[in-house]
């Protein structure tokens, strides 16, 4: 395994513990369609030399990035040069001073120019060899190929074909686009980090065809092979349609077998793929465009200024002409000579008063060469010296270096670094970009009592900001127990409390619910643990940090999951007591997985004891309505430590369980397993509907809440943007305490600053929601929403008064909806431009795009939105 590290092999089939997220899918694709236009690409696994005999010309998998290549640098070089103003006048210049019009020798008008057009071009062509040389260190990565007898070799990326089959190992990059044979989980379930095509730091979940599962070992592929079917090359990542044919059998694929190149395998030892897109015909490379030709808005500037300079030396040069062959018509009155010392009666073309005219533009030209110094041609050249100084000083930046990769800043280009200092708006989300997304359990609400004595940052920045104690002096003040604050620290664990800790809750007067708070975190995720053979410590692997955290929690409490199979999870339980440890099985009967739209995950298992059991965790604006009038004895105090801990920054979640009869399960099952094995278009609402029955009537047992730090130097790096005048929009899904308290925690708001708050979470609109009558709803919210943002542009102050107060802008989801309405949206985008930081809270991932669209499609932020 990697990290050479011998581990316990998981012998279980994931795909049990997907019961609602990954089962297969219903016939919603059109498979139909295959072999027709666009969907007409035929793949001969493991015959990757069949393609060329049957004259398919399939892309190689070498990719190039560069701007140019050695045929097309000249010339699109030359025509980059030849846009800038200045370099085309000065060629015309050059072109000129080689007829006998010049006033001075060509050489002298033509080397200054190519001076300026060679170090440019020079310029242009080291930075392209940079991204020919990393293109170059990409395409020779090394992948394991097939390569015939069930031997798999070292071969590079830029080598592969399609048809291929290739193992990919943990923590490496999938190197074209593959169809997932297997991996080294039985079912294979693989786990894929998207970073880098979609900004998503959460795992994907990927499965392969049953039909293939068994191919685990090299030698399994010795006599393989398999025709795949499957659309044309597009750039939709998150659709694919193929038909698989295997051994007189056809399989449909869809994109749960897709591994896109350039997503990453985490979480997984090994899996085996057959490409099916390589090079440029891979998702990922179809969605690149080529690389632009990028003109900062300074050199746009510049390319003004001189057109002005240009129409300056035309009219100067034009006044001058027009009189030159008005004098020189004049010198031959009636034969005679006014100016005889010009001797006009033995005169060239070019000082003829007999043709004054051609004499005079002939002079137009002249004159425009010979006042071409009123153009800098040096400006450019100057321009291009500052940038490239400008790049490497960005490159050599040591505050700019991140020491944990190990990587310094890297300008691919030096053409915009001036636009660096021209943004205007920074749109952010927060987990993993104001946050490190790396989750640490620190506190708990069991029972109605909170428990949890750590200080996280929020709270240390909200008690410096209100002149209290400072973030040490309240740390010294919780940590009072001396040995928890001495332990070492643990990844993903940053709870202490004396009352819980060592077995003391056995002490607690609601030790039961606190037992089976601490079971629920131990039972009911997707996690896979890993025990280290020779130390036999625990480890897990998991979709989310969060699910981390609490699997992490439970188990320095005392409730550790070590193990698990397709049908059963383990826990090795200490006993406070007598400080014995007993194992426990429960029987896994169902997993009802996480989504956005559900926003809670739910597990049924049976305990050794017999009872059945529905294990549920999820967000408090779900699951305190899903409480049975029995289970909310402390549904009132959890509400309050859930705010408190949301005033702290933290990341919450409520805990409830409930017991299930065998009769009501049965009957449950029966019906989830037909919703399942439903083909029918609303195959998925059958299913949600049937979870939906079951997450009812619960207890409740308490909340949790996890703390994301905030990344290092944020604050600062926030606090130098709002001095250097920028405007910065948080889009986040916490609620409005939360994020205003983590906008204090990082500069975003500051003390001073006027809040403009957008909200509905008022009295006549609360008690409107209870009637239930949506239209009088709708009518009242938005012009609630209008009047709010009316009240706020009437508080900012008109540029034309003097003022140094600064602004801030929240609103909440629920106004947002109405904020983005056709009528209401200009208004609101004018209110949010006025002021120095916007939070956009409670906001879903759709609101999150139009905000971002509105402010960038606006004709002010065109350029200077990122």
């Given amino acids: 395994m990697a990290g050479g590290r011998n581990r316990r092999k998981l012998k279980l089939k994931l795909s049990a513990l997907y019961t609602f997220a990954l089962c297969s899918k219903g016939s919603s694709e059109d498979y139909s369609r295959i072999g027709t236009t666009g969907f007409s690409r035929v793949v001969y696994v493991n015959e990757p030399a069949r393609h060329e005999e049957e004259h398919f010309r399939y892309?190689?998998?070498?990719?190039?990035?560069?701007?140019?290549?050695?045929?097309?640098?000249?010339?699109?070089?030359?025509?980059?040069?030849?846009?800038?103003?200045?370099?085309?006048?000065?060629?015309?210049?050059?072109?000129?001073?080689?007829?006998?019009?010049?006033?001075?020798?060509?050489?002298?008008?033509?080397?200054?120019?190519?001076?300026?057009?060679?170090?440019?071009?020079?310029?242009?062509?080291?930075?392209?060899?940079?991204?020919?040389?990393?293109?170059?260190?990409?395409?020779?990565?090394?992948?394991?190929?097939?390569?015939?007898?069930?031997?798999?070799e070292d071969t590079k990326w830029k080598d592969i074909k399609v048809g291929d089959v290739i193992k990919v190992e943990k923590d490496n990059f999938f190197p074209a686009d593959l169809i997932l044979l297997s991996s080294n989980y039985p079912d294979g379930i693989c786990?894929?980090?998207?970073?880098?095509?979609?900004?998503?730091?959460?795992?994907?979940?990927?499965?392969?065809?049953?039909a293939t599962l068994h191919l685990k070992e090299d030698n399994s592929f010795v006599n393989f092979g398999q025709t795949i079917k499957c659309e044309d090359p597009n750039a939709n990542l998150y659709s694919f349609i193929g038909t698989m044919e295997w051994k007189g059998q056809q399989y449909?694929?869809?994109?749960?077998?897709?591994?896109?190149?350039?997503?990453?395998?985490?979480?997984?030892?090994?899996?085996?793929?057959?490409?099916?897109?390589?090079?440029?015909?891979?998702?990922?490379?179809?969605?690149?465009?080529?690389?632009?030709?990028?003109?900062?808005?300074?050199?746009?500037?510049?390319?003004?200024?001189?057109?002005?300079?240009?129409?300056?030396?035309l009219m100067i040069a034009l006044l001058g002409s027009v009189l030159f062959g008005i004098w020189t018509k004049e010198d031959l009155m009636n034969g005679k000579m006014k100016r005889w010392y010009l001797r006009p009666d033995d005169s060239s073309v070019y000082y003829d008063p007999k043709r004054a005219t051609l004499a005079s533009f002939f002079h137009l030209l002249t004159a425009l060469m010979l006042y071409s110094y009123f153009i800098p041609i040096s400006l450019y050249i100057s321009i291009e010296m500052v940038k490239i100084l400008q790049a490497l000083f960005i490159n050599q930046d040591i505050e700019m270096y991140h020491e944990e990769s190990d990587k310094p800043t890297h300008a691919r280009t030096s053409n915009l670094n001036?636009?660096?200092?021209?943004?205007?708006?920074?749109?952010?989300?927060?987990?993993?970009?104001?946050?490190?997304?790396?989750?640490?359990?620190?506190?708990?609400?069991?029972?109605?009592?909170?428990?949890?004595?750590?200080v996280t940052e929020v709270e240390k920045a909200m008690a410096v900001r209100k002149g209290g104690l400072l973030g040490d002096e309240i740390e010294s003040t919780y940590s009072k127990d001396k040995k928890n604050a001495e332990s070492p620290h643990i990844k993903g664990f940053n709870f202490k409390d004396p009352h819980i800790m060592d077995g003391n809750w056995i002490h607690e007067p609601n030790r039961d619910m606190i037992r089976d708070f601490f079971r629920l975190l131990a039972i009911c995720h997707t996690c896979i643990p890993e025990e280290d053979e020779e130390t036999h410590k625990v480890s897990y692997e998991a979709e989310s940090p969060d699910e981390a955290a609490f699997v992490i929690a439970s188990r320095e409490l005392g409730f550790e999951?070590?193990?698990?199979?397709?049908?059963?999870?383990?826990?090795?339980?200490?006993?406070?007591?007598?400080?014995?440890?007993?194992?426990r099985k429960y029987e896994l009967l169902n997993v009802l997985e996480f989504s956005s739209s559900r926003k809670r995950m739910s597990v049924i298992v049976k305990e050794p004891e017999g009872r059945i059991l529905l294990l549920c965790k999820g967000a408090d604006s779900v699951m305190f309505k899903r409480l049975t009038p029995t289970g909310r004895k402390f549904e009132e105090e959890t509400k309050r430590h859930i705010n408190e801990y949301s005033d702290s920054g933290l990341r919450?979640?409520?805990?409830?369980?409930?017991?299930?009869?065998?009769?009501?399960?049965?009957?449950?099952?029966?019906?989830?397993?037909?919703?399942?094995?439903?083909?029918?278009?609303?195959?998925?609402e059958k299913v949600e509907e049937a979870a939906e029955s079951i997450e009812q009537d619960l207890l409740l047992l308490g909340a949790t809440a996890v703390e994301d730090k905030l990344q290092k130097g944020v604050p600062e790096c926030i606090d130098k943007l709002a001095q250097a005048g920028i405007k910065i929009w948080v889009l986040t899904g916490d609620k409005m305490e939360t994020a205003i308290n983590i906008g204090f925690a990082c500069s975003l708001l500051r003390q001073g600053m006027t809040q403009i708050i957008v909200t509905l979470e008022a009295l006549d609109i609360i008690a409107l929601e209870k009637n239930g009558d949506k239209q009088s709803i709708a009518k009242a919210s938005k012009q609630r929403v209008m009047d709010q943002i009316e009240d706020g542009i009437k508080q900012i102050p008109s540029p034309s008064q003097s003022s140094t107060e600064s602004f801030a802008l929240i609103i909440d989801g629920k106004s947002l909806t109405y904020a983005l309405e056709d009528d209401v949206k200009f208004k609101f985008l004018d209110l949010a431009l006025k002021c120095a930081s916007v939070i956009c809270c409670r906001s879903s991932p759709k609101q999150k795009a139009l905000v971002s669209i509105l402010l960038c499609s606006s004709s002010i932020f065109h350029y200077n939105c990122f």
């Avoid at 997304?437 to 109605?448: D, L």
Wanted: proline residues 3%.
């Fill in 252 to 313: 449909n694929l869809s994109p749960q077998q897709l591994l896109l190149r350039d997503s990453k395998l985490r979480n997984t030892d090994y899996i085996y793929g057959a490409v099916i897109f390589t090079g440029h015909d891979t998702k990922v490379m179809q969605n690149a465009t080529d690389p632009p030709s990028k003109r900062s808005k300074i050199e746009k500037k510049m390319d003004k200024i001189i057109y002005l300079l240009m129409s300056s030396l």
């Fill in 418 to 454: 001036e636009e660096l200092g021209q943004v205007d708006t920074i749109l952010s989300d927060k987990t993993g970009t104001l946050t490190c997304n790396m989750m640490e359990f620190i506190k708990c609400s069991i029972a109605g009592t909170a428990y949890g004595q750590g």
């Fill in 652 to 684: 919450t979640l409520v805990l409830a369980y409930r017991v299930l009869d065998e009769n009501e399960y049965v009957k449950f099952s029966g019906k989830f397993n037909t919703a399942k094995t439903s083909v029918s278009a609303d195959r998925d």
């Fill in 191 to 210: 786990y894929v980090e998207t970073m880098n095509l979609d900004g998503e730091t959460n795992l994907k979940i990927k499965q392969a065809l049953e």
């Fill in 59 to 152: 892309q190689l998998n070498e990719v190039s990035t560069t701007k140019y290549n050695l045929a097309t640098f000249l010339p699109k070089s030359l025509f980059e040069q030849f846009r800038r103003v200045a370099n085309f006048y000065f060629l015309v210049s050059g072109i000129l001073a080689l007829t006998p019009l010049a006033p001075y020798t060509a050489v002298s008008a033509l080397v200054p120019l190519c001076i300026v057009i060679v170090a440019t071009m020079g310029k242009e062509g080291i930075e392209d060899w940079r991204r020919k040389q990393q293109d170059h260190e990409l395409n020779n990565r090394i992948v394991m190929v097939h390569r015939g007898n069930g031997n798999f």
């Fill in 561 to 583: 999951f070590y193990h698990r199979t397709q049908s059963s999870i383990f826990v090795r339980e200490r006993d406070p007591v007598t400080n014995v440890v007993k194992d």
